[in-house]
Every structure is written in C-alpha cells, then in structure tokens.
C-alpha cells in the first residue's frame, strides 16, 4: 500500500536557526499538500504542489515538490517561536486510490 | 460560518460500550472524511464520504461505520469499543478531492 514517510519526527531548533522537514513517498504523487498543526490543536492547511519540481513560498516558508513527484520539503528560514507545531505532509497518488495519505510529521520545537 | 464542529469533545467509554461522534460542517462541501491520530501514526483515514448517501473505506475502517443522510453532517460509530480505539478523532471536508480539507477541532476518545 502507498507510505508517505517524513523525517525527522522531532526537531528542536534556537529561535532564529533554519528548519527543515522532508517528505518521501514510495509512489508518484499526483498532488502533496502541507498541513500545521498547533500542539492541542488541528490540523490547518498551508499549501498545495502539484507540478514537478514545482517551489513555492509563503513568506518564511520554501515548498518544493520533487522532479520525479515522490518528494517534497518544507524549510523554514529563521524560525520564530510562532512556528511551533507539527508539518505534515500528504500526498495523493496517481494510481490506486485517490486519497490523502497523510506522512507521519514532523513536531517542531523552538526554544526562545 | 463555524466552519468544520465535531462533538462531544472529550469522551470515556468502557469496553463494548458503543457511542457515536458527530461531525457538521456548513461550506457546502460534497466531501467529508474521518480520521484517527495516533502519537508517532499521523493521521490515517478511517472512512469518507463523496457526497449525501454515499460512503466509503478508508485505510483503517475495521470497527467503525459512518452514515452521511445529509450533506452537512457525517457521523462515526463505534459499535463496541475496544481500547485500540483509543485516539483523536478528526472529522475534515473539502469542495472536492484535490482541494484543500479543513479539520474540525478533534474529539479525544478513551476506551478503558
């Protein structure tokens, strides 16, 4: 059946240091999406890639959908306290089901 | 709009007891979906729905049933709890398959 894989699981960065999450799935995608969510809280959605190699961002945020859209990356350029919270990722394939398989995130710490 | 509201909240249940969630949202989406959250497990899909009357399995729907007798609500069932069906329980809708899906608030369930 179809994984998504993220790494890592946790990071813990300083306010200010770079963040970086990755996505791998073991098909091709036909779209990911990126999902935050607050500790306590929900997931939010954030962003859909849907071409290959396709990059977009979001202020601080870099997403990038690989050449073979199998993967993906979130990178968060100088991390504030408010970026708390754990990325997931999704992705949806293109054969078999049609369905949002979600990664298994990545809980981001940013310590003051 | 109130968006995507789930209840109850929080709930303990013994084992074999059986309870339903309730899950309402009010965009108009035709797509309603429910998932579990487990530490380290991300979010896996237990059942969804593409529009009024319909239903489908997700990834895991082994113990749960779902009905969508109106296009605003979907509910869960658990029949006879077990405490393997102790997690979070999201409900989520989108306007269709490769939109985005916003998530209601979670229900917490316990099953001892």
């Known amino acids: 059946g179809q994984q998504v894989m993220q790494i890592p699981q946790y990071q813990h960065v300083q306010e200010g240091e770079d963040f970086t999450t990755y996505c791998n799935s073991s098909?091709?995608?036909?779209?990911i999406q990126w999902y935050k969510q607050r500790p306590g809280g929900h997931p939010v959605f954030l962003i859909q890639?849907?071409?290959?190699?396709e990059v977009k961002k979001q202020k601080r945020l870099t997403f990038q959908f690989g050449e073979a859209k199998k993967n993906s990356s979130l990178h968060i350029t100088a991390t504030q306290t408010t970026d708390v919270g754990t990325y997931f990722c999704?992705?949806?394939?293109?054969?078999?089901?049609?369905?949002?398989?979600f990664g298994t995130g990545t809980r981001l710490t940013v310590i003051p | 709009n109130a968006g995507v509201t789930q209840t109850p909240k929080f709930r303990v249940l013994k084992t074999g007891q059986s309870m339903t969630l309730l899950c309402a949202q009010d965009?108009?989406?035709?797509?309603m979906y429910w998932y579990r959250q487990d530490p380290g497990m991300g979010l896996r899909l237990i059942h969804y729905?593409?529009?009024?009357?319909?239903?489908a399995k997700g990834e895991v729907p082994d113990g749960y049933n779902v009905s969508r007798l109106k296009k605003q609500n979907f509910l869960l069932g658990l029949e006879s709890a077990a405490p393997s069906q102790t997690s979070v329980y999201f409900c989520?809708?989108?306007?269709?398959?490769?939109?985005?899906?916003?998530f209601g608030p979670g229900t917490r369930l316990t099953v001892t």
């Open positions: 890639l849907v071409k290959s190699g």
């Open positions: 729905s593409v529009g009024e009357g319909t239903t």
């Open positions: 965009m108009n989406h035709e797509y």
């Open positions: 999704a992705g949806r394939s293109q054969t078999g089901a049609n369905n949002l398989f």
């Open positions: 098909t091709t995608l036909s779209n």
């Open positions: 989520a809708s989108s306007y269709s398959n490769s939109y985005e899906q916003y």
